[in-house]
């Protein structure tokens, strides 16, 4: 566990900002993104793209591959942190970047600090990272196939898990504060406590039995169960209340998995005390106690975030909570060449339209990482 580089942050200018954002926005629908498209996306007034494209391989921000049916270029891990740091550091949410202070089951945890020099926490989201190449085939709004590739994954699972922290925090729940996300990057409040994975003893087993399975009635009366209730996403805070963390997986008691995931959290507390903390109890909530208080479920999906149902589905089951539809593999060879339009000129399948598309999508991206999340949301 290291520090984040974050050296390249101080010397990439806004021009490599935007031709960098530009492959992000092709590599939502192709794996690899030709030069000429890149320069054709990020359409520099200037011109130099082929320069500065070089130039963030060099930095290991982009790497240029061979394909089956053409080259192209393609955002490496470090690219990504890149976009979404620059763009939280841009907009005053961080200033100054720390240690590593945890390695999830899905993600990067580090300390950084905000512009008052004040200690938060960065959780950066990384999914799907292990096997790119055997990802399911998704089908965008055009019809066209892509992959639920690792940008698309860890930009929901961030998104989600903000939506989530927020409207937990804003109903006083002991979570901690969300600050602001970008891409796959959460800025949260550093919880002043310790994970209940290095807790081997409790002054008071009942106390933190019962806070814990009231918390969880509670979420269930606001229409939502967390799904992964475990003693790697409770902390205990030097007072000895719980503080949970890791929202990216929660899902409505709507849900048609809903009893078996609330019970299966519910067993877990009762599991981790009857082995850890030799307390045992009768009493513990049923899925048919809940009684519905509160839309906490439908809220998320209404706030501005922009994620869909279809979102919401792909990433339970990389999460593995629900079954993965059988929609067919893709296959790097049904792939077809981005090239560059003028339709008639080129006879490609490329047209000005999907162009514009990119370039609005571009212009959005890059006037998004000047506005904090916390106003977003307040917009809508
Ligand atoms: P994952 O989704 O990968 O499981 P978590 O959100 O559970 O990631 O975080 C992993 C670990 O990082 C936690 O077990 C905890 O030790 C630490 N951590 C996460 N968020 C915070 C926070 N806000 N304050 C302090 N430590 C945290
Ligand atoms: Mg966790």
Request: contains cysteine; aromatic residues 10%.
């Amino acid at each position: 566990m290291g520090k984040l580089n974050v050296t390249v942050l101080r010397y990439l200018t806004k021009e490599d900002f935007r031709v960098l954002t530009a492959i992000e926005m092709g590599m939502k629908n192709h794996e690899l993104v030709p030069g000429p498209l890149a320069a054709a996306i990020a359409n520099l007034k200037a011109g130099g793209v082929h320069k500065i494209l070089k130039e963030l391989c060099k930095h290991k921000l982009l790497s240029y591959e061979r394909g089956k049916k053409y080259d192209g270029y393609r955002l490496t891990n470090t690219g990504y942190d890149y976009l979404a740091l620059k763009s939280l550091t841009l907009r005053g949410s961080v200033s100054s970047f720390g240690n590593q202070i945890g390695i999830g089951k899905e993600s990067n945890i580090y300390v950084v600090a905000d512009e008052e020099g004040k200690p938060i926490c960065l959780k950066l989201h990384r999914l799907g990272r292990t096997c790119f190449r055997n990802v399911k085939s998704k089908r965008d709004y055009h019809g066209r196939r892509h992959k639920a590739s690792w940008l698309y994954l860890s930009r929901i699972s961030a998104t989600r898990e903000f939506a989530y922290m927020t409207a937990l925090y804003d109903r006083g729940f002991p979570v901690p504060k969300p600050i602001d996300f970008n891409r796959h990057c959460v800025l949260m409040e550093l919880v002043n406590g310790w994970p209940m994975t290095q807790i081997h003893e409790l002054r008071d087993p009942e106390q933190v039995y019962d806070d814990l399975m009231n918390l969880i009635v509670r979420l269930g009366n606001s229409g939502v169960i967390h799904g992964d209730f475990n003693e790697f996403n409770l902390m205990l805070a030097d007072d000895g209340k719980p503080i949970l963390i890791d929202f990216p997986q929660m899902m409505s008691t709507s849900h048609e998995n809903a009893e078996f995931f609330f019970e299966r959290d519910v067993n877990c507390v009762r599991e981790l005390f009857r082995r850890k903390y030799n307390y045992e109890s009768e009493d513990y909530p049923k899925f048919s106690d809940l009684k519905r208080e509160d839309d906490l479920d439908t809220e998320v999906h209404c706030t501005g975030y922009g994620f869909t149902k279809e979102m919401e589905k792909d990433l339970l089951q990389e999460y593995g909570m629900i079954e993965e539809s059988d929609e067919e593999e893709y296959e790097d060879d049904e792939d077809t060449v981005p090239k560059l339009v003028d339709g008639e000129k080129t006879g490609n399948n490329y047209t000005n339209d999907e162009l514009d598309e990119y370039r609005q999508q571009l212009e959005n991206e890059i006037s998004f990482s000047e506005v904090k999340a916390s106003s977003k949301a307040d917009d809508s």
